[in-house]
Nanobody, 128 residues
Framework: QGQLVESGGGLVQSGGSLRLSCAASGFTLDFYAVAWFRQAPGKEREAVSWIPSTDGSSHYADSVKGRFTITRNKNTAYLQMNSLKPQDTAVYYC???????????????????????WGQGTQVTVSS
């Protein structure tokens, strides 16, 4: 049985940095598209960043572009978060999609319904 486990969340001051990790077990993450989502209190879960499995390119929501960096290796995905803002406060989830995948579109990879595996989430709190 596969699972994803996130770590690295915490409390940080505005302008600070955190690095989230997402470790896969029971399957090889390298063969999956991987994404980070977040959900702030009272808001819908939204996609933050993703790597399609096909070409390894990285993609970001406009709200985090230039501040967050997604990377991956065989069994772990990472989200480096710099210049954090109070509005980044949320529970962060990693997710994996085993395909098959349509031709690339942002809307596909930003849709949580397309992901097969989810982690339990890690809290990120940014104080002002």
């Amino acid at each position: 049985q596969g699972q994803l486990v996130e770590s690295g969340g915490g409390l940080v001051q505005s302008g600070g940095s955190l690095r989230l990790s997402c470790a896969a077990s029971g399957f090889t993450l390298d063969f999956y598209a991987v994404a980070w989502f977040r959900q702030a209190p009272g808001k819908e879960r939204e996609a933050v960043s993703w790597i399609p499995s096909t070409d390894g390119s990285s993609h970001y929501a406009d709200s985090v572009k230039g501040r967050f960096t997604i990377t991956r290796n065989k069994n772990t995905a990472y989200l480096q978060m710099n210049s954090l803002k109070p509005q980044d406060t949320a529970v962060y989830y990693c997710a994996a999609d085993g395909g098959p995948w349509p031709p690339y579109s942002d809307s596909y990879y930003a849709a949580e319904k397309n992901y097969d595996w989810w982690g339990q989430g890690t809290q990120v709190t940014v104080s002002s």
